[in-house]
């Protein structure tokens, strides 16, 4: 049965709070407004949420000035929905317009910016992508010279890193979901059953249970474990001897969960049961390490710790979990690289995962919030001992 | 009931051909190699299909020779996956590696091409996008000096435009499952349900009756027509007097479909009855014009010159349908600017739309493929009367 829902979306006080939290970043910063192209970030000032960013064809555009509410430039596709947003503000053109995509209403805009040569923050580092053609980027610029065009990574993803607690209730409803469908797997799978119909039992018991879509499942049976942690569903039978591992990011109101399980069909055997205990106590000890003022680097140390009684390797995933929000994987990775400082209200994976046997790989994952005290689980922590199907 | 489905995946010789009509475009280009790096191109020339893509964290480079098997530069969480595929040379690094996510494995490829001047293509043009950190793209191209970077989009979307018979067959399979599934739609919605349980229920049924998933699925509700076709929905129950739009892309090993139906809930209102019947004959005569030879632009005229008796203001989506495939929209696109010249095996969307009323539009869609001797439905064709529930 579907778990009690939040109210859907957000007080217009949340918007405020995310702008003027931006604005006074890009004071210190001397950024005279930021350009945002992505989903995430679009959505995340204004609160326009469509699928509808699947379709490539057309570029979204938001402006956030030094001062006021975002300015959206969009396709008149989506105007009607943002106009139900608290922006004032929305210029769009008739989309596509392959000769003229948005670009000159972009540097009406940006012409005045550019001719008191200010600062334009862009988002061009580490985890992000320019979502719209490189052409009409490169024209963009060249439209507008003397204006210069800092990268504005850290600053966005260091606002959206620490979560609110509107956005931490979402979260917490979403993860709750993913935990009640996996209880279920149990009586919902079984020995013989073709593994793209796990993924479609695993589906249809989410939505049932209140998600409002599974974007995001990848999972693998092997016998004695599986190699490979992000393929799509073959169609072999469970069979008994397998380790089934299902990896989930559903979403509830834009925001996902993201987290795994594993499984045994029938008794497992030595090594795969000796993974997961490691991966087990790897979690605990990344569960005991998650307090503020932790670094990412020495979370991901203290499971690694662990993780290295069996394999000392570091693995193929590159890291042992990351943020999580309204994006499968957000800022920070729990990684020898991230030196990020965990604050309060930042929403986590733990992910330890290792290397064994016959290049066999085994992944554990739990969603956390950081407290003041120390880690607050998301999902319902995974069983100490394997369960057997 | 699931339908009987097609094999998944496809011969190696799909690629081989593949890559060989590129690479006899690339000749007469003049192009030395393509860079590519976004999820459908990857999968086109490599069948690397996954949904890990949704992470934002690692970016995938595909490099296609002049002549050979394509080279794969990619995360090393990938790699288990891709060695599964027809490529032989696949090069990968432990991501995500903030301070080198494949530059340098790319830049050792590419330098003998740059130190010879050789011309590289990239996309770059009309709905494309960068799936790389635009600062990482400005350090390649850095590194590169003398390598000529012309954009290929036109050669790459002009191959992918014509499906091969193994693509059709799974174009033509989720179409008939997105058939199936609205069949099924007036037993499981009814007068009172809440919009977001329409949604939850079409997803389930899609499910059931074969989908891999439902990536997209976007609808309205409103008294005597609704305003909006990209919103999620609300928790407003549907009442009498409603009229409900369901859009759906379905997909089943890696092919949508895209298409919508409209329903009344109780009689309908004059007006959108006559805004449906408009839009039914817009789509007969998109259907009777959908010919090899005929332009997209010829299309675009022969639907709109049948919407015109209601709208003659062009509306608000930009254009009347497109191409589909691995993606919700591919090229072309069914408009003024576009002379794409219809060619047999070609899947698109016819989907006219009208404006009418206060604020209020309707959307229609089908899906089809272009034979020698004209469009053959995917889609079952939408009832000539609007369904009543």
Redesign the interface.
């Known amino acids: 049965m579907p778990l009690n829902a939040p109210v859907?979306g957000f007080d217009q006080s949340e918007f405020e709070t995310r702008t003027l939290n931006a604005q006074k970043r890009m004071a210190e910063q001397n950024l005279d407004g930021l350009l945002l192209l992505s989903e995430p970030e679009v959505r995340y000032f204004s609160g326009f949420?469509?699928?509808?960013w699947?379709?490539?064809?057309?570029p979204w555009f938001l402006f956030v000035p030094a001062s006021g509410k975002p300015i959206a430039i969009i396709?008149?596709?989506?105007?009607?929905?943002m106009r139900q947003s608290w922006l004032e503000d929305i210029r769009t053109w008739?989309?596509?317009?392959?000769?003229d995509?948005g670009i000159s209403l972009l540097t009406d805009l940006l012409a005045p910016l550019a001719a008191k040569g200010a600062r334009l923050g862009?988002?061009?580092?580490?985890?992000?992508?320019?979502?719209?053609?490189?052409?009409d980027?490169?024209r963009l610029v060249a439209n507008l010279p003397g204006l210069e065009m800092p990268?504005a990574?850290a600053l966005v993803q260091g606002l959206r890193m620490v979560k609110s607690p509107a956005e931490i209730e979402k979260l917490a409803h979403i993860c709750a979901i993913g935990s009640s469908t996996f209880a279920r797997i149990p009586e919902i799978i079984s020995e013989g059953m073709p593994l793209?119909e796990v993924?479609?039992g695993f589906?249809?018991e989410a939505?049932?249970n209140g998600a409002?879509?599974?974007?995001?499942?990848?999972g693998s049976a092997g016998l004695g474990g599986y190699?490979?942690?992000?393929?799509?569903p073959?169609?072999r039978p469970l069979q008994k001897g397998d380790i089934l591992m299902l990896d989930t990011?559903a979403t509830w109101d834009?925001y996902f969960c993201d987290f795994d399980r594993n499984y045994a069909i029938g008794t497992p055997d030595d090594e795969s049961r000796r993974a997961y205990d490691v991966l087990f106590r790897a979690t605990e000890a990344g569960l005991a390490a998650a307090k503020p003022g932790q670094t990412c680097r020495g979370l991901f140390q203290a499971m690694q710790s662990v993780i290295a009684e069996m394999d000392d390797q570091?693995g193929?995933?590159?890291?042992l979990g990351?943020g999580l929000g309204m994006?499968?994987?957000e800022q920070p990775?729990h990684?020898a690289?991230d030196n990020t400082v965990l604050q309060e209200n930042m929403v986590l994976t733990l992910e330890p995962s290792l290397g064994y046997g016959e290049?066999r790989?085994m992944v554990h994952e739990e969603n956390i919030v950081i407290r003041a005290d120390g880690a607050e689980l998301l999902s319902t922590r995974a069983a100490p001992e394997m369960p057997i199907i």
């Open positions: 859907r949420q469509t699928l509808f699947q379709s490539p064809t057309r396709p008149e596709i989506g105007a009607a929905l008739s989309a596509p317009a392959p000769e995509d862009v988002m061009k580092g580490h985890e992000t992508l320019l979502r719209m053609p490189l052409g980027w490169e990268d990574t793209e993924f479609r589906r249809r939505l049932l409002d879509d599974v974007p995001y499942l990848v190699e490979d942690v992000i393929a799509p073959s169609r990011g834009g570091g193929d995933i590159g890291r990351h994006q499968l994987t990775s990684a690289f290049k790989i």
